[in-house]
């Protein structure tokens, strides 16, 4: 099958290196630095699934998001909770495509100036008139980067309300800090209008994450990418079957 490359030369990366506080980390603790080094493999990997996957006939799920949709600290770049979820999926006869565009550090801005932008030039999916499946995950960067990232979080949020294909599923932020709640607020009140649809990973995300976390202590495993599959899946089932 031919390679396509995703449109804007966007191969999964951000652009920016490593935050000081995970290179410092990393250089001293063995668990985070096996982490830290699967970022950069996973990203090709990621790159190169998504030129083969331009050209894969069938419904398209376009994924938006950062190192939590590209399955940092799943034991492959292929065993996170987008594979997990897609798996689940075609077990109750929804085969899609995965396009993964996510990046590992990403942030709201980043989403909106690099991964939107490349969802508006893809080519058509091949072989079917469906409308693609988009789904976000993004925000604990801003939050975790503190500052004015984590202060105009809510203002991002509401640009990426604003910006995304109508029908979207957009996942709250469960952190039990101003930020978030404000920022959730700009995706409720977009579900009353109609336009988005969210997973609400407030109440119906992982209530422990006892022995499902990588050993950086911050990306889930695989049990932990399972659990966050798992409020996924009636979310997005009700999407693909609603008709546009």
Known sequence: ??????????????GRGRGVLTRALG???????????????????????????????????VVLGDSMSQGVGASAWNA????????????RGHPLVVVNLSATG???????????????????AV??????LVT??????D????????????DAFAAMVAALPRGAVVATLPQPRQAARLANRHLEDAVERGD?????????GPTSWRGKLASDFFHPNDAGYAEMAAPFLPVVLRALERRP
């Not at 988005?196 to 119906?204: G, K, N, P, Q, S």
């Open 1 to 14: 099958m031919t390679a396509t490359p995703l449109p804007l030369g966007y191969e999964n990366r951000t």
């Open 136 to 141: 976000v995950l993004i925000g604990s960067n």
């Open 127 to 132: 072989g079917t008139d469906e409308p693609d």
């Open 27 to 61: 250089s001293v603790l063995p668990g985070v630095r096996r982490v830290n080094d699967q970022v950069e493999p996973y990203a090709r990997a990621w790159t190169a699934h998504n030129a083969t996957a331009l050209g894969t006939p069938g419904r398209r799920w």
């Open 80 to 91: 996170g909770w987008v594979d997990q979820l897609a798996g689940l999926l075609a077990e």
């Open 106 to 124: 990403a942030r709201t801005p980043d989403l909106l100036e690099q991964q939107l932008p490349v969802l508006q030039a893809l080519p058509p």
């Open 196 to 204: 988005l649809t969210i997973v609400d990973l407030r109440t119906d």
């Open 143 to 154: 939050l975790f980067a503190g500052g004015a990232s984590r202060r105009g979080l809510p």
